[in-house]
């Protein structure tokens, strides 16, 4: 089985444009988590979709939003970039709730 | 949510068990304990959950005390490749099973 498959790896944006990222979960899983890595403060939760509703929330701003798509496949945007934005962004998928969530390698962004 | 509790380092030496533990002491009754690993960039890696029961599988084995106010994660025989960050997560009915991640264990694996 493929696992999970964020695209892209690597991005470079200017502060102040929006950036998409994208993540394909293993087939079958149904839930799809996000999660923002920084040093400062380590893994934090943005947001999680199940069969394409939102279904948990974690405390970021309004600029970052996602969405999921009838095939699972998940997209998180973030608007109007700031320099603190730049982060490793991780989605991780999951078939029920109590399943073991697995995590792609993530969305290096930096913020310049 | 329960809050977990795990020293900030450990090392511990190639092909002996790795002995990782975490305290729980709120935990509730619905609540499950799982552990995931982060080896240096890349994704966390989910290694294994449990609620009241000892688990075991290819990675490694959960005991969980009877009252569950902590557990003890075991790599069997520790490898160089089991140099990662180690997180002790609680996941609770109550925020939908959310995946909170704190600081884990930074476990070195030494020849």
């Known amino acids: 089985k493929a696992g999970v498959t964020q695209t892209p790896r690597y991005l470079i944006k200017t502060r102040g444009q929006q950036v998409t990222l994208s993540c394909s979960p293993i087939s079958g899983h149904r839930s799809v988590s996000w999660y923002q890595q920084t040093p400062g403060q380590g893994l934090q939760f943005l947001f999680e979709y199940f069969s394409e509703t939102q279904r948990n929330k974690g405390n970021f701003p309004g600029r970052f939003s996602g969405r999921q798509f009838s095939n699972s496949r998940s997209e998180m945007n973030v608007s109007t970039l700031e320099l603190g934005d730049s982060a490793l962004y991780l989605c991780?998928?999951?078939?029920?709730?109590?399943?073991?969530?697995?995590f792609g390698q993530g969305t290096r962004l930096t913020v310049v | 949510d329960a809050k977990t509790t795990q020293p900030t380092s450990m090392d511990c030496a190639e092909g002996r068990a790795a002995n990782l533990p975490c305290n729980h002491s709120?935990?509730?009754?619905?609540?499950?304990v799982y552990w995931y690993r982060q080896i240096h960039s890349q994704g966390p890696q989910y290694i294994i959950h449990?609620?009241?029961n000892n688990e075991t599988n290819e990675m490694a084995s959960l005991i969980i005390t009877e009252d569950r106010k902590s557990s003890t994660l075991i790599l069997p025989h520790a490898t160089l490749r089991d140099t990662a960050v180690y997180y002790c997560i609680v996941r609770a009915p109550s925020n939908d099973y959310k995946l909170s991640f704190g600081a884990g264990t930074t476990v070195t694996v030494r020849a």
């Open positions: 991780a998928s999951s078939s029920d709730r109590l399943g073991g969530a697995f």
């Open positions: 449990g609620l009241k």
């Open positions: 709120t935990i509730s009754g619905n609540e499950y």
